[in-house]
């Protein structure tokens, strides 16, 4: 089992590479990314219209 | 740039100052506790980046933890979707009584005008007001009506006394009321009859006193009429000298009976004005119905269309957006008590006013002479150094864009500085005005509500 303290170091490099919008490919695991949204319009169901913002999301893409 | 296997290794080598191979393998063994944990308990949480979770298709999942999103997200962080059409369309439908699934759906935005938003709400607004009817505008129909001749509270109808002068006075004043409802209000026809009823009935009296006065029967002749005078109060008053015969006593009957039917009157007549002042009261009451209401519906169309002008209708956000001055130059050029007070409602009449005006504060170019807190901006920087966003923005000032800038606090603490440009009054504006923009900020830009 791994230990705690090299989780954290392995958890850090990835989670800094995502900071800086990088993409980051684990073997065995999947690749890390993010992912822009421009901001859009989008009508709810009850008719309402939202301005949507855009926005810069994690994407998990996983090794099969 | 893209982090490979080989990357990540060297990083972990690095920073665990172990050797490659070493740092390989504790990846491999943490991708591997990941995978059989996931199989196992059916997710995997790793602190600082996320938890991993097995999917129904038996695919793994990662969902990042927030702090991380934000971070990443830390350009739009605590940005909230704005609502520039309400569901209003709905209401419309459910309250003409159609079904709701035909309401009319907005597919595109690009076609959106507040103008038409307005239009629309208006009609809405219309539809109620409509159907509505002021209550109690008919006097006749009132059961209440004072003036109405089967009134039950009228007084001329009580009382058995006088019956042939109270139908003569009745049938009268029928007719005087007939005649006169063409020709002048209920009002006037109303002070009408009660004189006439008065007179009639001051009439009927005298001559009733006359057939009750004596018979002088020593001189066989009726007391002279010149000896019976009617007072102010209406009241019969007998001047000359009666005979002092025996005969008496009728006369002093006619004219106990003369008095108490001039009592009467004077009874009925302030009975009768107090109905009349109490008509007076209904139909004032019923006249302010309509008023007060007309007045309420107007001051509810005020607020919502206010806001409606404003689109006012923005989702509360959990991060403080200050807008900050332009730059020191402009900051006395900002009244501080305007800035500071500028409510709503002013804001509305300053945005109507303002646009048809020549030197509109509204558009891409130009200098920002005051910051119009409710407009949009278009933002095109979002920055964590203040020095660096102030640099921007003068960058954008020299090329004669409106600029804007603004510190925003997240909630984790942080803080970003947004450049934005233009003011506008509406999303549809800013949007057309994003074309005007140079690359690469035409194809990389959001639209947010100066707060």
């Known amino acids: 089992m791994i230990d705690k303290n090299t989780e954290q170091e392995v958890t850090a490099v990835i989670s800094e590479s995502l900071k800086l919008h990088r993409e980051i490919y684990v073997k065995g695991l999947g690749s890390f990314s993010v992912q822009h949204h421009k901001q859009d319009h989008r009508q709810e169901n009850d008719g309402r219209v939202l301005l949507a913002p855009p926005s810069d999301t994690i994407f998990f893409d996983p090794d099969n | ?451």
């Open chain 2, 1 to 451: 740039m893209k982090l490979l296997h080989d990357d990540i290794i060297s990083l972990l080598a690095n920073a665990l100052n172990i050797k490659k191979v070493k740092a390989e393998e504790l990846l491999a063994e943490w991708v591997l506790a990941i995978r059989k944990e996931v199989e196992q308990k059916g997710n995997y949480h790793a602190d600082g980046l996320g938890t991993f979770v097995l999917a129904d298709d038996g695919k793994l999942e990662f969902k990042p933890e927030e702090k991380l999103a934000i971070e990443v997200n830390y350009k739009y962080a605590g940005m909230n979707p704005i609502e520039i059409l309400p569901a209003y369309n709905r209401k419309i439908e459910q309250e003409s009584g159609t079904d709701v699934g035909k309401e009319v759906k907005v597919t595109s935005m690009s076609s959106f005008d507040q103008e038409s938003a307005g239009k629309l709400e208006r009609e809405d607004d219309q539809v109620p007001g409509d159907e509505t009817e002021p209550v109690g505008t008919d006097p006749e129909a009132g059961p209440d009506d004072p003036f109405d001749p089967d009134d039950s509270f009228d007084p001329f109808a009580e009382g058995e006394e006088d019956e042939i002068s109270q139908d003569t006075t009745e049938k009268e004043a029928s007719e005087a009321i007939e005649g006169s409802d063409d020709i002048k209000s209920e009002e006037e026809a109303a002070e009408d009859n009660v004189e006439k009823e008065e007179k009639i009935l001051a009439e009927s009296k005298i001559d009733k006193a006359t057939q009750a006065s004596p018979v002088d029967k020593t001189t066989g002749k009726v007391l002279s009429p010149a000896s019976r005078t009617l007072d102010k109060s209406g009241k019969v008053q007998m001047s000359a000298p009666v005979s002092k015969d025996k005969e008496k006593v009728p006369e002093t009957v006619g004219m106990a009976k003369a008095e108490s039917s001039a009592a009467e009157v004077t009874k009925r007549k302030s009975a009768k004005k107090k109905s009349v002042s109490r008509g007076k009261d209904f139909q004032s009451i019923i006249w302010m119905l309509p008023i007060a209401a007309a007045l309420i519906l107007a001051v509810m169309f005020f607020f919502h269309f206010e806001s409606q002008i404003l689109g006012h209708f923005r989702v509360p956000s959990t991060v403080d957006e200050t807008v900050v001055t332009p730059s020191l130059e402009e900051d006395a050029t900002i009244p501080e008590e305007e800035a500071v007070a500028q409510d709503d409602g002013v804001m509305a009449q300053e945005l109507s006013e303002t646009t048809e005006e020549e030197d509109s504060p509204f558009g891409l170019m130009g200098p920002e002479d005051e910051v119009l807190h409710g407009s949009f901006t278009i933002v095109l920087h979002s920055i964590v150094n203040e020095n660096r966003a102030r640099i921007e923005k003068a960058g954008f000032v020299e090329k004669g864009y409106k600029t804007t800038i603004w510190q925003v606090r997240h909630p984790n603490g942080s803080t970003t500085w947004r450049v934005g440009v233009g003011q506008f009054e509406s999303v549809s504006d800013a949007e057309q005005a994003i074309p005007e923009l140079p690359e690469p900020y035409r194809s990389n830009n959001f639209i947010i509500r100066i707060r």
